[in-house]
């Protein structure tokens, strides 16, 4: 059954590559455009799979998460566990909510995670997302994916990449290392495939990119915002200690006077995640610098 789950999913991939193909994105040098997650609303999240539909829909940023594992690989995936509502057991059971913190991938060797499938089961919030068998890859095996896609296709590789690191005080040293060493081993990666200046490094977690600006004065960093609106954003750089290259907020915060003190302050403005053509337009029309989105075939519709 999961043989012909995976032969169907490489023919329906096939077809949905040809129709996303037919429509090229408008030309856009300087605006940024970026598939969450590879491209969650079109194929399973913080896949190789999805990082390649992000490629083959012309997009110029590979957005993705990273965790650690417990033989200290870095891996792509948003929890630092099997999330329930898109992973499934080694024996064909579906992961439960009621068990899902406690499959710890920072706890887990990559052999044990490798034998968990994230692609098959039907996600309940994003119907469109088309199920093919996938794993929770290794970060370097995306880079080698993405290179060999491109060599297949004869494309350039010209692709960025926007690296979430997935820390908090409260979860350090139970779902991941502490902050130092969770970025030294993402670091390392990307040293070691020579993408440090092809790479943002972004985060929540403002000790994370106190730490990259003071190990990486060079590297690219994205301050990620959600939360506590009242805190104005002068009072949080001020608190950061340096002026990021990218403030990256929920696209509600985006406003007009948020974008002009952005750019006068030499920083990009690249909301997240949005979801629909008309907030899309609206804050391209705004001057936001680029987006993320789940679904970012619907680029091909910006004017």
């Keep these: 059954m999961k043989k012909l789950a995976i032969l169907i999913g490489v023919v329906i991939s096939t077809i949905?590559?040809?129709?996303?193909?037919?429509?090229?994105?408008?030309?856009?040098?300087?605006?940024d455009l970026q598939g969450h997650r590879g491209c969650r609303g079109l194929m399973p999240e913080n896949t190789i799979e999805a990082m390649l539909k992000a490629i083959d829909?012309?997009?110029?940023?590979?957005?993705?998460?990273v965790v650690i594992?417990?033989?200290?690989?870095?891996?792509?995936?948003?929890?630092?566990?099997?999330?329930?509502?898109?992973?499934?057991?080694?024996?064909?059971?579906?992961?439960?909510?009621?068990?899902?913190?406690?499959?710890?991938?920072y706890k887990m060797s990559y052999a044990t995670i490798k034998s968990y499938d994230v692609g098959l089961k039907a996600h309940p919030r994003f119907l469109q997302q088309f199920k093919i068998a996938a794993i929770k890859p290794l970060l370097f095996e995306v880079i080698d994916a993405v290179d060999n896609h491109c060599k297949?296709?004869?494309?350039?590789?010209?692709?960025?990449?926007?690296?979430?690191?997935?820390?908090?005080?409260?979860?350090?040293?139970?779902?991941?290392?502490?902050v130092a060493e969770y970025c030294e081993r993402v670091m390392t990666?990307?040293?070691?495939?020579?993408?440090?200046s092809k790479t943002t490094i972004q985060s929540f977690d403002t000790r994370v990119l106190k730490y990259i600006h003071q190990k990486y004065p060079t590297q690219g960093i994205a301050y990620l915002y959600e939360d506590d609106k009242n805190i104005a954003l002068t009072s949080r750089l001020t608190s950061l200690g340096f002026t990021p290259n990218i403030y990256s907020p929920h696209f509600s915060h985006v406003n007009a006077s948020l974008i002009q003190y952005c750019h006068s302050?030499?920083?990009k403005v690249i909301p997240w995640t949005v979801n629909d053509l008309q907030t899309m337009q609206t804050l391209k029309n705004l001057g936001v610098d680029g987006l993320i989105s789940d679904y970012p075939n619907l680029y091909q519709n910006l004017r």
């Design 189 to 196: 990666v990307l040293k070691n495939k020579n993408l440090l």
């Design 16 to 31: 949905m590559t040809v129709s996303f193909s037919k429509k090229k994105f408008p030309n856009f040098p300087n605006f």
């Design 265 to 267: 302050n030499n920083m």
């Design 69 to 105: 594992t417990q033989d200290n690989g870095v891996i792509l995936s948003h929890e630092p566990f099997f999330n329930h509502e898109i992973s499934t057991k080694p024996n064909g059971q579906f992961v439960d909510s009621s068990e899902e913190k406690n499959l710890n991938l």
């Design 57 to 65: 829909l012309g997009l110029n940023t590979l957005e993705m998460d």
């Design 152 to 178: 297949s296709k004869n494309i350039p590789n010209n692709f960025k990449y926007n690296i979430e690191i997935k820390s908090t005080p409260q979860t350090d040293r139970l779902y991941h290392p502490l």
